[in-house]
């Protein structure tokens, strides 16, 4: 199935616009959603992060204590790459069991990381950037989360550069202070668009093909 990595960085509204393409009808593969399934109660990830960073990683509820291991894996590199050696490969098994059923106009894997694991660009047909201003990034997650600015700060440190981001995009959406909701909307269906009729002469190019 043709398939689209979409990224972008933390408050970037690559969530919104990946809910519009699954209403559109792509059949969108969230890693983030994965990953939260994963560290929720009872999820596959829960005792081996209890083996890697004790109980205190847990709360009472049996939950991944976020707050916990935000402060520590984005303070210190070490800790994120330990984060990172239970978590993705859990999440690799989850996205390939629902890529291998999904079903629709064309594939999205959205993918905070997408950049920085420098795995996905042999895996997907195109990238598409949801890019947003630095500035308006820390505002938003501001807004939503009631994160510090210093620690929001830190967050994207750890993520790829706006540059870097934009220097792999086939496409790109964008979604800064400038931009209303309406705006991304077209914007996004302008992509979709796009994308199914890239779809469908790549599925016509394998029937003749096969």
């Known amino acids: 199935m043709f398939s689209i990595g979409l990224t972008g960085g933390i408050g ?3 969530t919104q616009v990946a809910d519009w393409l699954a209403q559109w009808g792509a059949a969108v593969i969230d890693t983030d959603q994965i990953a939260h399934a994963l560290t929720a109660a009872g999820g596959g990830a829960i005792e081996p992060l209890r083996q890697a960073f004790g109980p205190q990683a847990i709360t009472a509820d049996g939950c991944l204590d976020r707050d916990w291991m935000r402060e520590r894996a984005f303070g210190d590199p070490t800790i994120r790459q330990r984060l990172e050696a239970v978590l993705h490969p859990l999440i690799d098994q989850t996205v390939q069991t629902r890529a291998a059923g999904a079903q629709g106009l064309y ?3 959205v993918v905070p990381l997408l950049v920085e694991s420098g795995r996905w660009r042999d895996r997907v047909d195109r990238i598409c950037v949801v890019d947003c201003d630095p500035a308006t990034q820390v505002r938003r997650v501001q807004g939503r989360s009631g994160l510090t600015p210093e620690t929001i700060g830190r967050i994207m440190s750890a993520q790829a550069s706006r540059e870097d981001r934009l220097a792999v995009a086939d496409d790109i959406i964008v979604n800064d202070g400038a931009t ?3 705006a991304l909307r077209r914007r996004s269906w302008s992509c979709h668009q796009s994308w199914c009729d890239l779809a469908s002469r790549s599925l016509r190019g394998s029937a003749i093909h096969d």
Do not use: N
């Open 107 to 109: 594939r999205v894997y």
């Open 180 to 182: 209303d909701l309406d």
């Open 12 to 14: 970037s509204g690559k």
